[in-house]
């Protein structure tokens, strides 16, 4: 009966050490999950801030800043509104005798900066049949 006894404490001992190795061993495994996360983590922003880096370069390059892209905006639309490319400068005929057809005025909406036609045009210039 001692014997017996013996042999189930031993069992019992050695099912004690196998549940506490699985435990170390899952835990060893957590380490090296989170730890390969972390580094995967790292890489991936590291990744990121190249590309949007090279992606900036590129943009500079081919397109300009954004104020570039305003003023440039600004510019052709000062260029058009006195230089006549914004207003319509012929209108077509429907047919002998009749009025032209087409524009007839040109209208803004109100507090617009075109609200008004620039006084260096005259409407001889805007409407032109």
């Known amino acids: 009966m001692a014997s017996q006894t013996q042999g189930i404490q031993q069992l019992l ?14 835990k060893r495994k957590n380490r090296r999950l989170k ?3 972390e ?3 790292a890489e991936i922003e590291k990744y990121k ?16 800043s954004k104020g570039d892209i305003a003023a440039r ?3 052709d639309t000062k260029h058009k509104v006195r230089g006549g490319d914004f207003f319509p400068t012929r ?5 002998k005798g009749q009025g032209p057809t087409g524009l007839k005025f040109v209208v ?10 620039p006084e260096t045009l005259s409407s001889s210039q805007i409407f032109q049949s």
């Open 73 to 75: 905006i600004e510019q």
């Open 91 to 95: 209108m077509s005929q429907q047919g």
């Open 49 to 64: 801030a190249e590309r949007e880096r090279q992606f900036k370069e590129h943009e500079a390059r081919h397109v300009g």
């Open 13 to 26: 001992a050695a099912e004690k050490r196998a549940a506490e190795k699985v435990s170390e061993a899952r």
């Open 108 to 117: 803004f909406p109100e507090g617009s900066q075109f609200e008004k036609v």
């Open 39 to 41: 580094e995967a983590q």
């Open 35 to 37: 730890q390969a996360k």
